[in-house]
């Protein structure tokens, strides 16, 4: 059976870093409250010719680069992201045209944090489905630019980034032992909309809107969600948390990332955690993690990987592959 491998992995971060102690004089808060709470240390703020697709464009050009491929081989770029240089055409577009690409098709995936996993598992049917061959998998965010700078709730949370990776098909046996994607599970459920949502948008204020979240509410339901699609990816593949190598999560939040590895019996040294340098950067936090153990020699060839996000909806997924 046909299974999509990981070719390469990038990454790109804006220049300007913004530490904890560097919002004194933006809101009242401090860098303790935000390590305790958090795990965050610090995140990069994308400057104003930073946008959403040249850092997807870089990320990916990084990518084809680590697999040796060019923009030629590409023909599915498939980018995640909640913030998208224009309401249309879609970012992917925009990538795609940067990249040199007048082939193959491109579109953007809206599933707030999420949109990674939710992006690696569209690309996987689509090259499991004869639709692509090569697909550009891509979080990029500028979640900067919904901040409300004077919510010391929200602002202090995230960053701006993106990652990318590059899925290839290949022949599998149909075990668990081959290569590749192996299973997967989304969910959503729009009754917890009002929990983090963006208060503006084309069909209703005809603005960009500002990040509001009932942050406790999130953290209420984060565990639990993170944990449900787990166990279920878990169920299809007939592994247990002993079998998994590395659990890249979604990077919100230190104390929920712990908590979820906790419950799920999967030991600490195999989490990456990347929320220290980045921030939460939705969309990104995924690849930008995969891409910190692979560059730095933690995953390796063969490993099981376990990829989780939850995020805005909510939406909430799971992805297993093997490296
Ligand atoms: N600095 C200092 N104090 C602050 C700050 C800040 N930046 N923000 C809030 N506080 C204060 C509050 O006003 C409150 O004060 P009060 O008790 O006088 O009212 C106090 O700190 C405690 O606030 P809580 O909201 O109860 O703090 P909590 O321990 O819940 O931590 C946090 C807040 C970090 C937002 C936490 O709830 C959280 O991480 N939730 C999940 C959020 C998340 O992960 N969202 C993203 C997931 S989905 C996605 O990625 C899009």
């Not at 209420?220 to 969600?225: E, G, N, Q, T």
């Not at 939850?310 to 909430?316: A, S, Y």
Request: proline fraction near 3%.
């Amino acid at each position: 059976m046909i299974r999509s491998i990981v070719r390469g992995t990038g990454t790109a971060l804006p220049r300007r870093v913004m530490k904890n102690t560097d919002f004194a004089g933006v809101v009242e808060t401090s860098d303790e409250w935000i390590v305790q709470r958090t795990g965050i240390r610090q995140r990069h703020i994308a400057e104003p010719d930073e946008t959403t697709a040249s850092l997807g464009e870089e990320a990916a050009r990084k990518a084809l680069e680590a697999a040796g491929l060019t923009p030629a081989d590409i023909d599915l770029i498939v980018l995640a992201t909640s913030t998208p240089n224009n309401t249309f055409p879609a970012t992917a577009v925009e990538i795609q045209q940067r990249l040199g690409m007048t082939h193959g098709f491109a579109f953007d995936m809206q599933a707030v944090c999420s949109g990674f996993v939710y992006a690696v598992n569209t690309a996987d049917l689509h090259i499991r489905g004869g639709m692509a061959r090569r697909a550009l998998v891509i979080g990029s965010e500028t979640f900067s630019r919904l901040l409300d700078w004077n919510d010391r709730t929200t602002c202090v949370l995230f960053g701006d980034g993106a990652g990318a990776i590059v899925l290839e098909a290949a022949e599998g046996e149909g075990t668990l032992a081959d290569r590749g994607v192996l299973a997967a599970s989304l969910r959503s459920d729009g009754c917890h909309r009002d929990k983090l949502y963006v208060d503006g948008g084309p069909s209703t204020t005809g603005t960009v809107g500002h990040l509001r979240m009932e942050g406790r509410e999130v953290f209420k339901h984060a565990v639990s969600m993170i944990s449900d699609v787990i166990e279920t990816v878990f169920d299809q593949a007939g592994i247990t948390a002993d079998d998994i190598d590395w659990f890249v999560p979604h990077q919100a939040n230190k104390r929920i990332i712990d908590a979820s590895a906790k419950k799920l019996g999967i030991a600490p040294e195999k989490v990456v955690i990347t929320v220290d340098h980045h921030g939460n950067t939705s969309a990104a936090s995924v690849p930008l993690a995969l891409h910190t153990a692979v560059a730095d020699g933690r995953i390796k060839k063969g490993d099981l990987v376990l990829l989780e996000a939850m995020g805005g909806g909510f939406t909430w997924g799971a992805v297993l592959l093997r490296w």
